[in-house]
């Protein structure tokens, strides 16, 4: 049983392209994120979603776009891709923000721009 | 604002010895901390966490980690370590109502 499943598992694509990369958790949790990883292993927060409610936006350009149709869901969208946007994306979720219980990663998802 | 050091990119300990995992923190309140390790190519997996309590915490996998308030650090432990444990590991830190910030990690070499 997957508890956070992203897909894809990588993705190439050239510079000026649009992607998706979609995110799913089977915990119940209320919160999801996404998160950065860059190519020094450095994790940065984007995005939380709180029950569908975006609730922390981190300094991202706004060519990232986070989309929650559920609490279980929550998919990120990237216009115009820039060969700096190279990183491993991860999704997690967790209980309660309020809580601050621990999160759940998803694999990540590979992404290389050329 | 809340920010987290891991002051060593990459610890080597020879398998058997007790393993240190070092990690400071900064923030304006009363922390939450976690540890957290990542193995080649996949996503992060929880070890342990401090909200409140007893300042030793017990973890996952034989880790544990001791809570220094005074010195604002909480480095991670484990008495033996295998070679199964050699993994970049992360340290991250959390106010009520934020996301986790992480530290740049530390990659464990354990040695045969």
């Known amino acids: 049983d997957t508890a956070v499943s992203q897909t894809p598992k990588y993705l190439v694509t050239q510079m000026g392209n649009d992607k998706s990369i979609k995110c799913e958790q089977n915990?119940?949790?209320?919160?999801m994120y996404w998160y950065k990883q860059d190519s020094k292993k450095f994790l940065k927060i984007m995005f939380s979603?709180?029950?569908?409610?975006?609730?922390i936006n981190e300094t991202v350009p706004n060519r990232f776009s986070p989309k929650s149709p559920d609490k279980a869901h929550l998919n990120l969208h990237i216009n115009s891709l820039e060969l700096g946007d190279s990183a491993v994306y991860f999704c997690a979720s967790s209980q309660e923000l309020l809580k601050n219980t621990e999160a759940f990663f998803g694999q990540g998802t590979r992404l290389t721009v050329v | 604002a809340q920010s987290v050091a891991q002051p060593e990119d990459q610890v080597n300990v020879a398998e058997g010895n007790p393993l240190t995992v070092k990690c400071t923190y900064s923030?304006?309140?009363?922390?939450?901390l976690f540890w957290y390790v990542q193995y080649p190519n996949r996503g992060l997996q929880f070890l342990l966490k401090y909200i409140t309590g007893d300042n030793l915490v017990k973890g996952s996998y034989g880790f544990e980690a001791e809570f220094n308030k005074s010195q604002t650090s909480f480095h991670l432990k484990k008495p033996s370590a295998l070679v199964s444990d050699s993994a970049l590991y992360f340290c991250?830190?959390?106010?009520?109502?934020?996301?986790?910030?992480f530290g740049s990690g530390t990659r464990l070499q354990v040695q045969p």
């Open positions: 915990l119940g949790h209320d919160t």
């Open positions: 991250a830190v959390s106010l009520p109502r934020r996301a986790l910030t």
């Open positions: 979603y709180n029950n569908k409610e975006l609730i």
């Open positions: 923030v304006s309140g009363n922390p939450y």
